[in-house]
């Protein structure tokens, strides 16, 4: 009898659905974790393309192929897309994935809500992807919907709003079960100073959400009130102010920034000591230097903004602001610097990108310092510098982080090693191309090309061809990664437990590919189990 009871409980505990109800009401976190990562792929693919209409239609001066109006769509909805779209889903479903199995819980606090939270955002870009065959076209006045500008939208600027509603309540809700199971489901022994960086990041990420996007939702609310319902809190003729506009958007908008970036940082704090067979050099300054990133980057939002008109005090204060956060940041790349130094260093995928993201992460990182130096930004502002500087920090900053989270986790998701000499060859061609895109808009910015033209002056083709050219090449080189992600799945070497030789953490300790319920009975943790 009690051995019937046994069976059936872990039959009860270890059992799978199927089918498509599988999927659609899951409450698994690894099952929403790849949930969030496939849609984070096909939205990936979709802002891609976008970007490739942009790339074609820049390739030489004059109209080629598409009209302004429709190329202004394609910057505006390409942004929307890849920032909440691809990277944030990303980062929340690598959340999803390893958060509880890295701390000893068996899922996330909130199950439901976590399915819910993942199911809204399909419905949300089915409403800002639908724009497209509205009346007056899709969205085109920027991805930061500047006021007078936007409000000239046809039928689509209620749908971009909800649209924007809808992915600041997943958002929230995905932050709120991330800080719950973080603060209440540790296993014994895992205080938060034994904690993986890549929780760390994602519980001071969380905070962020919190604070930040229900300040988008007040700014587009607003627009909304001011086009439909006769209020003036950007319309200066019934005594609003446009620029009242910036101020709220950017006050999102900063620490937006690093709400992509942060998960990148956790991801490589990770990699890198792994790779080097080195503790993490500094683990407490990396945990504070993360907090204080956060803290400060609710302070510098109106560098953005230095032309609008500010007084000089102003300009001054966020000057200086935005130099101060220079530092903490410094602070964690010299610490991933001291980690690998004079360790025993391989270079296998997922190391080759996160050496990627601190080398070229920091070529975004100077050329905003430049930026933030207010007299001289008058000169990049607006134009194809500013361009360079965000993309270096957004695709090798904070993608290829990403990209090396998918190398070093999806053996232990799978249970199968991946194609080494494949991932290096996306690593390569995904790197030279990625230069050879984004380098060049620094020259056009600083002989100014402006930023969103669809049309240009010819002294400006020469460097805009080449950048077309990485733009394709970068474009292409993604295919590999989806072909060795499927090769994976369907199998291959089978990977060990641990699967790289110098990886420390719970999750090392779990079978691969894991079982579907992780840890039944929580793990005591203690230093030599915790991150080492």
């Known amino acids: 009898?009690?051995?019937?009871?046994?069976?059936?409980?872990?039959?009860?505990?270890?059992?799978?659905?199927?089918?498509?109800?599988?999927?659609?009401?899951?409450?698994?976190?690894?099952?929403?974790?790849?949930?969030?990562?496939?849609?984070?792929?096909?939205?990936?693919?979709?802002?891609?393309?976008?970007?490739?209409?942009?790339?074609?239609?820049?390739?030489?001066?004059?109209l080629q192929y598409v009209d302004p109006q429709f190329f202004n769509s394609m910057t505006t909805v390409h942004a929307l897309v890849m920032i909440f779209g691809a990277v944030m889903p990303a980062g929340v479903g690598l959340a999803n994935w390893m958060i509880p199995i890295m701390i000893g819980a068996p899922d996330m606090a909130m199950p439901r809500m976590n399915n819910m939270s993942f199911w809204i955002l399909p419905f949300a870009f089915t409403l800002l992807l639908s724009t497209f065959f509205m009346q007056g076209g899709a969205p085109a006045g920027g991805w930061t919907m500047y006021p007078p500008l936007v409000l000239q939208l046809g039928d689509a600027l209620p749908f971009l709003i909800f649209a924007v509603h809808f992915l600041g309540v997943s958002s929230i809700m995905g932050a709120i079960n991330i800080i719950a199971t973080v603060f209440n489901m540790r296993a014994p022994g895992m205080t938060f100073m034994r904690l993986p960086l890549f929780v760390w990041t994602w519980i001071i990420t969380a905070f962020l959400l919190i604070a930040s996007m229900p300040v988008l939702a007040g700014a587009v609310t607003m627009l909304l009130t001011d086009a439909y319902f006769g209020t003036s809190f950007f319309n200066a003729a019934g005594g609003g102010d446009p620029v009242l506009f910036q101020h709220i958007f950017w006050f999102f908008g900063h620490p937006e920034v690093?709400?992509?970036?942060?998960?990148?940082?956790?991801?490589?704090?990770?990699?890198?000591?792994?790779?080097?067979?080195?503790?993490?050099?500094?683990y407490a300054s990396m945990v504070y230097a993360t907090a204080a990133i956060a803290f400060l980057s609710f302070f510098v939002w109106a560098h953005h903004m230095f032309t609008v008109g500010m007084p000089l005090t102003g300009e001054l204060f966020f000057m200086y602001a935005t130099m101060s956060i220079a530092v903490p940041t410094g602070v964690k790349i010299f610490n991933w610097m001291a980690t690998m130094w004079r360790g025993s260093m391989t270079f296998e995928t997922p190391m080759?990108?996160?050496?990627?993201?601190?080398?070229?992460?920091?070529?975004?990182?100077?050329?905003?310092?430049?930026?933030?130096?207010?007299?001289?930004?008058?000169?990049?502002?607006?134009?194809?510098?500013?361009?360079?500087?965000?993309?270096?920090?957004?695709?090798?900053?904070?993608?290829?982080?990403?990209?090396?989270?998918?190398?070093?986790?999806?053996?232990?998701?799978?249970?199968?090693?991946?194609?080494?000499?494949?991932?290096?060859?996306?690593?390569?061609?995904?790197?030279?191309?990625?230069?050879?895109?984004?380098?060049?808009?620094?020259?056009?910015?600083l002989a100014g090309m402006p930023r969103r033209i669809p049309d240009y002056n010819v002294q400006f083709t020469d460097w805009n061809q080449v950048a077309s050219v990485g733009g394709f090449a970068f474009g292409l080189s993604q295919l590999i990664l989806v072909w060795v992600v499927i090769k994976c799945v369907r199998g291959g070497e089978k990977a060990t437990d641990q699967v790289w030789e110098g990886a420390h953490g719970l999750e090392w300790t779990l079978s691969s590919p894991p079982p579907f319920h992780s840890f039944t009975t929580p793990p005591q943790v203690t230093d030599a189990t915790a991150h080492s």
Do not use: C
């Open 1 to 62: 009898m009690s051995e019937a009871v046994i069976h059936d409980d872990h039959h009860d505990h270890d059992h799978k659905p199927t089918g498509i109800g599988r999927w659609l009401f899951s409450t698994n976190h690894k099952d929403i974790g790849t949930m969030y990562m496939v849609f984070a792929l096909i939205m990936f693919f979709i802002g891609g393309a976008m970007a490739l209409v942009i790339r074609a239609e820049l390739f030489q001066p004059g």
């Open 258 to 282: 690093y709400i992509l970036v942060l998960p990148s940082f956790g991801i490589i704090s990770q990699i890198i000591p792994t790779f080097s067979r080195k503790p993490l050099f500094g």
């Open 352 to 445: 080759l990108f996160s050496i990627g993201v601190l080398f070229m992460f920091s070529i975004g990182g100077f050329t905003g310092v430049m930026m933030g130096i207010t007299p001289v930004d008058f000169q990049y502002h607006d134009t194809y510098f500013i361009v360079a500087h965000f993309h270096y920090v957004l695709v090798p900053g904070i993608i290829y982080g990403i990209f090396a989270g998918v190398y070093y986790w999806l053996p232990k998701w799978t249970g199968n090693m991946y194609d080494e000499k494949l991932g290096k060859l996306h690593f390569w061609t995904s790197t030279i191309s990625v230069n050879v895109l984004f380098f060049p808009m620094h020259f056009l910015g």
